[in-house]
């Protein structure tokens, strides 16, 4: 059972001295339990402040532990009537070969006959289309005609969010880095408009969104924060909601410095609100009901980046960072 063990807490970008592949025995199940062989992990930006041992939503990876990740995979010795052998799983787990899970948890069982494949479980039907769902639905609660504008616009969370926008008539401008992302904006997620951000100073940014939205934008779904959010805080619609997602530009910065402008919200009466997708956890039945159904009609398209290989963990978490997955970033670790 190979682990991917957190070593020491990184100092911005994670290095590979921060980590180490173990080999340790696959457990045995006790009463209740259930072994689980992980096929797919996912690679989540959040994941970066779980190795910080730093007030948050969720205690810190302790060191000597593998790294807390989202995963599916399938039962492979169980004494849990509910979890027979062969049991299709998903659940909040560890980059490792092989998990013990146990009866109670938040391990469920998921059904994947009805999908393309079982990493949609991390995907549309995870936690990221729920989080584009909520933050959409529940937090920006739109409008048809209204402008939104959303960072990280080519990433798992933002292309869904787009997505989910034109679902409710919105205008959509999307924000991404590189002009191969901007291109997939329109063509691919259906942004009316793409803003490639990559070397541009927060002047020129806010520039661009000016021209896309003269009349300021209603709705900002943020991902990102830094100079995009900066920039974005000047131009907003009187009234403006933002749904603040994520900061990822932020994650690896020993300095936090954040948004500045916040008297913005001030001049617009405009409200920014954070949430977190485990909030919505009694709801979740529901937003997959609504990501499922809008596959079915073909309204959403979603892409995944798998990489295989758990001695890849790292250079596959760091691509988040770099820009460099198309689409949600999981790591794969075995073959179903
Ligand atoms: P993505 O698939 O969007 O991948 C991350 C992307 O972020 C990269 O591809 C890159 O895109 C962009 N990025 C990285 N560094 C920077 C930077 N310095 N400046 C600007 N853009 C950058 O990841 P996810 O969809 O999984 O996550 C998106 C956001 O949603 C994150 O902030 C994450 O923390 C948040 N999130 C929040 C949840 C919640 O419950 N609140 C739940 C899930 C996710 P590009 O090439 O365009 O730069």
Request: aromatic share 8%; glycine share 12%; charged share 25%.
């Amino acid at each position: 059972n190979r682990r991917f063990i957190l070593e020491r807490r990184p100092n911005g970008v994670p290095a590979a001295a921060d980590f180490r592949l173990s080999e340790e025995s696959v457990p045995e199940p006790g009463e209740g339990e259930f072994v689980i062989r992980n096929i797919y992990a996912s690679l989540d930006p959040a994941m970066r402040g779980w190795l910080d041992d730093a007030p948050s939503y969720m205690p810190p990876v302790p060191l000597g532990e593998a790294v807390r990740a989202s995963t599916v995979g399938k039962v492979v010795a169980s004494k849990s009537a509910d979890f027979p052998v062969g049991t299709w799983v998903s659940g909040l787990g560890a980059i490792e070969e092989y998990s013990l899970s146990r009866e109670g948890g938040f391990t469920r069982a998921i059904d994947v006959s009805s999908v393309p494949s079982p990493s949609n479980y991390l995907s549309v039907l995870g936690a990221v289309g729920l989080t584009a769902y909520f933050g959409v639905v529940d937090v920006l609660a739109p409008k048809a005609g209204q402008t939104m504008l959303v960072s990280g616009a080519a990433g798992a969370v933002g292309s869904l969010v787009g997505q989910i926008g034109k679902i409710h008539g919105c205008r959509t401008i999307g924000i991404a880095g590189g002009p191969d992302k901007v291109r997939r904006l329109t063509e691919d997620y259906g942004y009316d408009v793409g803003i490639d951000y990559r070397g541009k100073d927060r002047a020129a940014i806010e520039a661009e969104i000016r021209t896309a939205a003269p009349g300021g934008v209603d709705l900002v779904f943020e991902n990102v924060g830094g100079d995009i959010l900066d920039a974005t805080l000047d131009c907003l619609a009187d009234r403006a909601v933002i749904a603040l997602c994520g900061l990822i530009s932020e994650y690896n910065s020993v300095e936090k410095v954040g948004a500045r402008n916040i008297w913005q919200l001030i001049v617009h009466r405009a409200m920014i609100r954070g949430f977190l997708v485990s909030d919505y956890l009694p709801r979740f039945a529901e937003g997959v009901t609504a990501l499922a159904g809008w596959m079915g009609e073909g309204k959403l398209r979603f892409d995944e980046h798998i990489d295989r290989g758990i001695e890849n963990a790292l250079p596959a978490f760091l691509r988040l960072f770099e820009g460099t997955n198309e689409g949600k970033m999981i790591l794969q670790l075995g073959e179903p």
